[in-house]
């Protein structure tokens, strides 16, 4: 395995970043990426038995957007597993945590240190690192992948939950992202890194959404 990190230029809102996400998602091999378009960076680990470094530079120049910077990844973050379930979970941008939290628990968050989300459905941490570990019913929103949601947000900037998706899908005939949040809000917004559970994009969960609403029609 092999991580890396890009300097990609032309993205400037996260439209742009899951763009980029989209054309890595085409590739075997992939093991984990983040791109972030306001860094202008994106970090990518995959298999060097199945994909090249060559090769993933080749595929994000296919689109607008071009790589003009690239080093190894040496010293990464090392994730630690979840205190409560012991599966991996993922780093995440402590700008997620005004937004998530309730009051009475935002004092546990310390501005430079790294936090991490549990990723697994059944456990009920949300996030944790090795000090500290917040419970799922000390948020002000639900996670969309937990088990027991009572409203399965996929959009979390413009508030659009799967049964939305549905009927945007089914009975409007909409497919995009664009269209579909245009359909519901008059003014769209893309605030991922301040909104989303996770602090990234949501299109790529978006469109498997849809994708898998369109294969019902």
């Known amino acids: 395995m092999k991580t890396i ?3 990609i230029k032309g993205m400037t809102c996260p439209s742009c970043s899951a763009s980029v996400n989209r054309l890595i998602e085409q590739l075997d091999g992939i093991r984990h990426k983040e791109v972030n378009h306001v860094t202008d960076n994106a970090r990518i680990e995959f298999d060097e038995n199945l994909i090249s470094q060559e090769a993933i530079i080749a595929k994000i120049n296919e689109g607008h957007y071009k790589v003009v910077g690239q080093e190894d990844v040496v010293n990464e973050v090392v ?11 993922s780093l995440v941008p402590n700008t997620i945590f005004r937004s998530m939290l309730k009051p009475e628990v935002s004092g546990l968050i310390i501005a430079g240190k790294e936090h991490f989300i ?3 459905p059944a456990c009920n941490t949300a996030y944790y690192n090795q000090d500290i570990r917040i419970d799922k019913a000390k948020l002000r929103r639900e996670i969309w992948y937990k088990k027991g949601t009572k409203r399965n947000i996929i959009c979390y900037c413009n508030n659009i939950d799967r049964e939305q998706i549905k009927d945007a899908v089914q009975h409007h ?4 992202w664009e269209d579909i949040t245009s359909h519901y809000r008059k003014k769209v917004i893309e605030k991922c890194e301040l909104l989303n559970p996770t602090g990234h994009c949501c299109r790529s969960t978006f469109d498997k959404v849809v994708q898998k609403f369109k294969s019902k029609n």
Not at 79 to 89: A, R
């Open 79 to 89: 994730v630690p597993s979840c205190p409560t379930c012991g599966k991996k979970g």
């Open 5 to 7: 990190k890009l300097e």
């Open 118 to 120: 549990c990723l697994n």
């Open 173 to 176: 005939g909409l497919e995009t």
